[in-house]
């Protein structure tokens, strides 16, 4: 036989709020003892809902203001707003960016299922040892099946050491897995992980704006740029770049020397 569940799941009507309480119980507390510590449930909930009957409806605070010196995190993300977006010119800007989706195109012709890590494949485990393997004067340049073969949460775990890795001198591995490690992102990233890429190409852009890095080499200058475009045109950071009609002084490297083999 089918049973009402209200009777089990829901309490009285409340005459002023029109609902039901949460708990099958009487509203009835007269005889509840309000004041020293709750022996069950019915005394508990009573003595919370006497408590909330006589806190006010709002508060307000006055003669408080905030404080002046702001935390870590918002003046991290404040002095990466004072950046101006990168100009380039059109012709660059489209180059950049058609190289790139090649790669992903590659990428994306192996399907969703990534390619398998070699049998030896020994991947570091930490943070120094994988700014060696990337960016060590020894190390393999890696292949985009390599990257590709890397699990999601490693990608973009690689991408925030990318992020601290970013300086005035970027070496030909780190300029390479950058590339890799884009084009391997999946299409759609969540809100965490769309925050990742911005703060990459920001942070691209403090150096390339930077006063005191007025001498870039050509592969650094090339690397921050190109994550910059990236990060603006194919992962839709657009305030990151503007086009502009005035001829830039020189091409730092040609695009197809870092282009990555699958």
């Not at 030896?120 to 073969?149: H, N, R, V, Y």
């Amino acid at each position: 036989m089918k049973r009402n569940l209200e009777e089990y799941t829901a309490g009285p009507l409340n005459e002023d709020t029109g609902q039901r309480s949460a708990f099958p119980l009487d509203e009835q507390v007269a005889d509840l003892d309000l004041e020293g510590p709750p022996m069950d449930v019915a005394q508990y909930l009573a003595q919370v809902k006497r408590e909330a009957n006589q806190s006010p409806a709002f508060t307000t605070v006055k003669g408080q203001r905030r404080a002046t010196t702001p935390s870590t995190y918002s003046k991290k993300y404040t002095e990466m707003s004072l950046v101006m977006p990168l100009s380039v010119i059109n012709e660059w800007r489209v180059e950049i960016r058609k190289s790139f989706m090649e790669l992903r195109k590659t990428v994306q012709s192996h399907g969703d299922e990534r390619p398998e890590l070699p049998a030896d494949s020994e991947l570091p485990t930490t943070f120094s040892k994988w700014k060696t393997f990337i960016s060590g004067s020894s190390s393999p340049e890696p292949t985009l099946q390599f990257i590709a073969s890397l699990p999601h949460q490693q990608l973009f775990m690689l991408l925030e050491y990318c992020h601290k890795w970013l300086g005035p001198k970027i070496s030909r591995g780190l300029s390479i897995w950058l590339m890799g490690l884009l084009s391997c992102l999946p299409d759609i990233l969540d809100a965490s992980e769309q925050a990742s890429v911005r703060s990459l190409g920001k942070r691209a852009l403090e150096i390339l704006q930077n006063p005191k890095y007025d001498r870039l080499t050509d592969v650094t200058e090339f690397a921050l740029k190109s994550v910059v475009i990236i990060c603006a045109d194919v992962y839709h950071q657009h305030d990151l770049v503007e086009t502009v009609a005035i001829m830039e002084r020189e091409r730092p490297v040609q695009v197809n020397e870092i282009v990555l083999d699958y």
